[in-house]
């Protein structure tokens, strides 16, 4: 073991640290974001047009908003947001310095995520509701999050296992984490032994958490 | 069933208008239309007659562009927010697809409605009970639609519209996604609810079985308006408007009957309607007596509209006096038609 990896043993300490970190970003940044998207998701299903309470300008606003989001790159993202990160948290650097960009960089994808698997739930069944007499409030919490929760498990799933990946990018720039440790020291100093634990770290993350969204969503799959 | 003639239903000069393209679109054109309460109405029309969105007005599921809807006298476009959602409520309505939420139970589904009423819990589930059991699915009320038939989840869904103790039940396509068998039942099951609870119904369909079967009165659509409405007997009895005749035709299969005869020689070719007292087939066989005629039925049909009779026989006369025959059975009530002038006008 020793031979193989000689770093990591000696780093041990550093690389259980890092993956906290790694976790701490994930974890906080996927509860905001997801708060975030999730609110943006339905705003977007509900002013669509044929949506409950359609509103074409809102929504073109709102729309463009996200996909501009989602298009620009979240490595220039870290960079150019920082100003307003600094303005938040005091500093650019760490862990609750990622948190803002990491943020901002999922959200819309998670936004547009949760507003197609709400359009799953279907015309169809709304106007059900509707002819029910049932108020749009009722409607959302009864039809779309009550018929569309399998979906939206799924594509949460989806977002934090992206999010895991934006962590590592943003360690890459200060930010700490299992990203940090795997460039910053895995690669710039040539131990390979390091980047390929972080990886290995890295993947078992992602196999958890796609674990724990399968099981949560066939909990609330009933056939 | 029509017992004190008191409207539920009045659209008053109704145009429901759809902009696509920056063009204008006009799906329903000044309908005015009144429905009795416990009638059975139903609108028939093919597919972009505007039936639908014409439905859809009497739940402001399509809010009408100009004209009026008024459901027991009141007027849905000048009730507050909170008397409006009242007013749906008493409005039910099924789908050709259900519309069944996948995610709750049978019993869920049917209680789903009376989430938002003040019920205790027991009282909920004791009254979604009580209609699962009158629409005969009780054994049902734990498994999931996805579970279930067609026509078991359109009961479900009859059963769900009912929850509010409705005085409408509005039907968009209702059986349009079922076999025949199962769309009898499904309307024998209307056709119950309307006697016992006295429920009004008003539904759409393109099948002109449905109107045979249940219905009281019946509006014929195309293009936007009702072209043609009243009894079914008598509609059907007296057809004004060619689309009516087709829809007859239709229920008879003439038009099948047609098609497959039409590859032969048309010549001396006619095509008879028999409707009401006239449904007397000795008069063919008086006919060919007397004008020494041959006539060889090469298709003959009967149905039933309401308490009319209607009955089709294509028949080929061959003989020297085919014209004096047919004045014959003119005189007899007997509705004739030369098929190789209908071939024409087709």
């Not at chain 1, 906080?28 to 708060?35: R, T």
């Not at chain 1, 975030?36 to 074409?56: C, K, M």
């Not at chain 1, 594509?155 to 299992?178: K, N, Q, R």
């Amino acid at each position: 073991m020793s031979q193989l990896f000689p770093n990591v043993i000696a780093m041990q300490a550093d690389i259980w640290q890092a993956t906290l970190e790694t976790i701490y970003m994930t974890v906080v940044s996927a509860v905001i974001a997801g708060v975030l998207g999730l609110l943006t998701g339905l705003v977007l299903v509900v002013t669509q047009p044929g949506g409950i309470a359609e509103d074409r300008p809102f929504y073109s606003i709102l729309d463009k908003i996200v996909n501009l989001l989602r298009s620009i790159p979240f490595i220039i993202l870290l960079a150019v947001i920082s100003p307003l990160t600094s303005f938040l948290v005091g500093t650019t650097v760490g862990t609750t310095a990622a948190l803002v960009p990491l943020v901002i960089g999922i959200f819309p994808f998670y936004a547009r995520q949760v507003q197609l698997a709400l359009q799953e739930v279907g015309t169809g069944v709304v106007e059900a509701a509707q002819s029910m007499g049932l108020s749009n409030q009722e409607i959302i919490f009864r039809v779309y999050l009550r018929e569309g929760l399998a979906d939206i498990i799924r594509v949460s799933t989806l977002t934090v296992i992206s999010l895991v990946g934006l962590t590592t990018m943003a360690g890459a720039v200060g930010a700490g984490g299992l990203g940090n440790v795997a460039i910053s020291i895995g690669y710039a100093r040539f131990q390979n032994d390091v980047t390929f634990v972080c990886m290995i770290i890295l993947l078992v993350l992602v196999f958890v958490i796609q674990f724990i969204g399968d099981r949560l969503a066939d909990r609330f799959i009933k056939f | 069933m029509v017992k004190n003639k008191q409207p539920v239903i009045e659209l008053q000069e109704a145009v429901v208008t759809f902009e696509r393209n920056n063009s204008k679109i006009t799906a329903v054109d000044h309908v005015s239309l009144t429905i009795d309460r416990g009638e059975i109405y139903g609108i028939i029309g093919y597919s972009g007659a505007g039936k639908s969105t014409l439905i859809r007005l009497v739940n402001h599921l399509q809010v009408p562009t100009a004209g009026k809807v008024l459901v027991n006298q009141q007027d849905l476009a000048g009730l507050t927010k909170h008397q409006f959602q009242q007013a749906r409520k008493k409005i039910g309505m099924i789908f050709q697809h259900f519309n069944l939420m996948n995610s709750r139970t049978i019993l869920n589904n049917v209680e789903f409605p009376l989430l938002g009423e003040k019920l205790s819990k027991n009282e909920r589930r004791e009254k979604a009970l009580a209609l699962l059991k009158l629409v005969e699915l009780e054994e049902l009320a734990d498994a999931f639609p996805d579970q279930l038939s067609g026509g078991q989840k359109q009961r479900v869904a009859i059963a769900r519209a009912l929850a509010n103790n409705p005085d409408i039940l509005v039907s968009d396509e209702a059986t349009s996604a079922l076999d025949p068998k199962t769309t009898l039942s499904i309307l024998k099951l209307l056709q119950r609810l309307n006697q016992q609870l006295g429920l009004t119904i008003v539904l759409i369909t393109h099948e002109i079985q449905v109107i045979q079967t249940i219905c009281h009165r019946v509006g014929v659509m195309e293009a936007g308006k009702i072209i043609e409405q009243g009894k079914v007997a008598e509609v059907f009895r007296h057809p004004k408007e060619r689309l009516t005749e087709e829809f007859i035709d239709t229920s008879i299969n003439v038009q099948e009957a047609l098609s497959r005869i039409q590859q032969k020689r048309l010549d001396n070719l006619f095509l008879l309607k028999f409707i009401g007292e006239t449904t007397n087939q000795a008069v063919v066989t008086e006919m060919a007596q007397k004008y020494a005629l041959s006539a060889n039925i090469l298709f003959a049909n009967v149905d039933q509209f309401d308490d009319l009779t209607v009955g089709v026989m294509i028949l080929a006369l061959n003989g020297p006096e085919v014209a004096g025959g047919v004045d014959y059975l003119r005189e007899q009530g007997v509705r004739v038609e030369e098929i190789a002038k209908r071939v024409k006008q087709a």
